[in-house]
C-alpha cells in the first residue's frame, strides 16, 4: 500500500507527473515520485491520483473528459516529470506535448542503472535524465541545474 504525505495543492501545480501504473511496480515508483514532491513541498498534478479513472469500456464522454483534464493541467505545468522506465505511450505522447509548448522536462527511468541504454529524442529533449529518488530531489530542489544532463548510452 502507498500511503502518501501531506499534498500541497495548488490551482497550476508546479509539475505533472507523467507514468504508468498499469503494471505491477508502477504505482509504487510513481508513488515514491509523489512521496517525495510531498516532502518537499512540491505542488504537482498525478492523473494517477487527480484524474478520473478509465476502464476499457469507458464512454467517449469519459474519454474526453480524462484528455481534456491532462491537457488543461500539462498546459499549465512549470515542469513535467516523466517515468520513462517501461515506455509507457501516454507518457511519451505527454511529453511530446511538454517538448513542443516548450515546458522543460525531466525524465525518470531507474533502469539506467542497470545498463540501460536511452532513446535520443527524449535525452535531446531533457533538461534532467533522472536515475533515482536521489538525483531527483537534488534536481527538483535546483531545476535550472544542468548536472542532470544526459551523456551515456544512446539507442
Known amino acids: 500500500m502507498i500511503v502518501l504525505a501531506e499534498r500541497v495543492h495548488a490551482e497550476h501545480p508546479q509539475v505533472y507527473l507523467a507514468g504508468p501504473w498499469f503494471a505491477p511496480g508502477e504505482p509504487e515508483r510513481l508513488g515514491a515520485l509523489e512521496n517525495l514532491m510531498n516532502d518537499m513541498g512540491i505542488s504537482y498534478y498525478s492523473p494517477r491520483l487527480d484524474g478520473i479513472d478509465l476502464t476499457p469500456d469507458a464512454t467517449d464522454a469519459d474519454r474526453d473528459a480524462v484528455f481534456a483534464d491532462n ?85
Not at 517501461?86 to 522536462?105: K, V
Open 71 to 155: 491537457t488543461a493541467h500539462l498546459k499549465t505545468a512549470k515542469l513535467v516529470l516523466a517515468v520513462v522506465d517501461d515506455y509507457d505511450t501516454g507518457t511519451i505522447w505527454e511529453t511530446g506535448m511538454a517538448f513542443g509548448r516548450e515546458i522543460p522536462i525531466a525524465y525518470y527511468m531507474e533502469t539506467l542503472k542497470t545498463g540501460e541504454t536511452f532513446n535520443v529524442m527524449l535525452a535531446k529533449s531533457a533538461v534532467a535524465v533522472l536515475e533515482d529518488l536521489d538525483q531527483t530531489r537534488q534536481f527538483l530542489a535546483d531545476p535550472t541545474s544542468k548536472d542532470f544532463t544526459y551523456h551515456g548510452a544512446i539507442r
